[in-house]
């Protein structure tokens, strides 16, 4: 039975000339630095949603020019609606975006919009991959949300989940053999590998220093700090890891 390979192309979301899969773009409630990134991935996104908080980073980010602010509307605004400040609710109401309310205390923002996100794909036939802007930094506890929102999420084997901060593109492969197709112009060289949650098994093609069936866990060996040496690169693990490669436009 042939091996079953899982193809990664992350850094198309940041490309103007590639493709990238069909993805919605979930803004989070981070300070959005990386203009050019946002750019980009906004102008590659199919969807734009916006989790609560997110809402006054958007509108932060542009509301000194009038005319940028206006070019980046979302499609939706959800989460609990406690973040939103007054003005920035009625700015995007004008704009005629849907605001929506939603009170379950077990869900966060981010998930909120997953589930936005379900019901458009359930309307539509069709699943999309979900990027997720800016998606670390900041308040510890978000970022260890948004981590494990890729752990929830990893049994929807035809979807891919990237999170994207103001240096990074991160993601969780799940046990088995994954390649990861890079482009030098858009990341690395600087990247890593993590076992989150449960000790993995390693081995690795492509990287400055390779693996070798090395064990990995926290307490232990972890690849951090590690190199490209190759616009492929192969990992084999036993377990769910979090790869991360930084961004790098040119």
């Not at 359930?122 to 949300?145: C, N, S």
């Not at 098994?201 to 990287?207: I, Q």
């Not at 190199?227 to 769910?240: G, R, Y």
């Not at 890891?241 to 961004?247: A, N």
């Amino acid at each position: 039975m042939p091996q079953l390979i899982t193809h990664w192309y992350p850094s198309n979301i940041l490309s103007d000339d590639q493709r990238p899969n069909k993805f919605c773009l979930i803004v989070l409630n981070q300070p959005i630095n990386q203009l050019e990134a946002f750019h980009r991935i906004w102008s590659n996104a199919s969807f734009k949603f916006i989790a609560d908080g997110g809402s006054n980073r958007l509108y932060d980010a542009f509301k000194h020019d009038e005319r940028l602010l206006a070019l980046y509307i979302p499609d939706e605004i959800r989460g609990d609606l406690d973040s939103i400040r007054p003005e920035v609710h009625d700015y995007y109401e004008s704009k005629n975006v849907k605001i929506t309310k939603m009170y379950d205390q077990d869900s966060t923002d981010f998930m909120k919009c997953v589930a936005l996100l379900n019901e458009k794909e359930k309307e539509q036939g069709q699943m999309y991959d979900i990027v997720a802007m800016p998606a670390l930094g900041g308040r510890f506890d978000q970022t260890i949300a948004s981590i494990n929102l890729l752990y929830m999420l990893k049994d929807e084997v035809n979807r891919r989940v990237i999170l994207v901060s103001d240096e990074n593109l991160t993601m969780l492969l799940d046990k088995g053999t994954h390649q990861i197709h890079c482009q030098p112009n858009l990341e690395g060289p600087t990247c890593g590998i993590m076992p989150i949650g449960s000790p993995a098994t390693l081995s690795t093609k492509g990287l400055r220093w390779n693996l070798d069936n090395m064990k990995c866990e926290f307490g232990g060996m972890v690849s951090t700090s590690n190199l490209l040496d190759d616009q492929m690169i192969e990992i084999v693990t036993d377990s769910p890891v979090v790869w991360t490669i930084e961004i790098n436009i040119k």
